[in-house]
Nanobody, 124 residues
Framework: QVQLVESGGGLVQAGGSLRLSCAAS????????MGWFRQAPGKEREFVAA????????VYADSMKGRFAISRDNAKNTMYLQMNSLKPEDTAVYYC?????????????????WGQGTQVTVSS
């Protein structure tokens, strides 16, 4: 089992940047594929990005390509999401998730563990 805690959210102006972190408990972090999702008020939770357990393969939602970068440091049991050129429509609660598998997936139903989320607000 793994517990996840997100941090790094906040209020930023459009065009600004934030880096989110997801700290995982346990000694088997490197066995989990990880993902970032987000949920805006009144909307479904949507896929943002995912990374394989080794960090060698990454996938992004189309609207985040070129602006967001997912990474992980297995030695620190931590995953990151660097968000650049932020837009008001990026405003949401951002969640990290872990999957008991080596490969990534875009489907939230395939993730076994979730953090509590961190709020990101982008002002225009």
């Amino acid at each position: 089992q793994v517990q996840l805690v997100e941090s790094g959210g906040g209020l930023v102006q459009a065009g600004g940047s934030l880096r989110l972190s997801c700290a995982a408990s346990g000694r088997t972090f490197s066995r989990y594929a990880m993902g970032w999702f987000r949920q805006a008020p009144g909307k479904e939770r949507e896929f943002v990005a995912a990374i394989t357990s080794s960090g060698t393969m990454i996938v992004y939602a189309d609207s985040m390509k070129g602006r967001f970068a997912i990474s992980r440091d297995n030695a620190k049991n931590t995953m990151y999401l660097q968000m650049n050129s932020l837009k008001p429509e990026d405003t949401a609660v951002y969640y990290c998730a872990a999957r008991s598998a080596l490969t990534w997936t875009r489907l939230k139903e395939d993730y076994n563990y979730w953090g509590q989320g961190t709020q990101v607000t982008v002002s225009s």
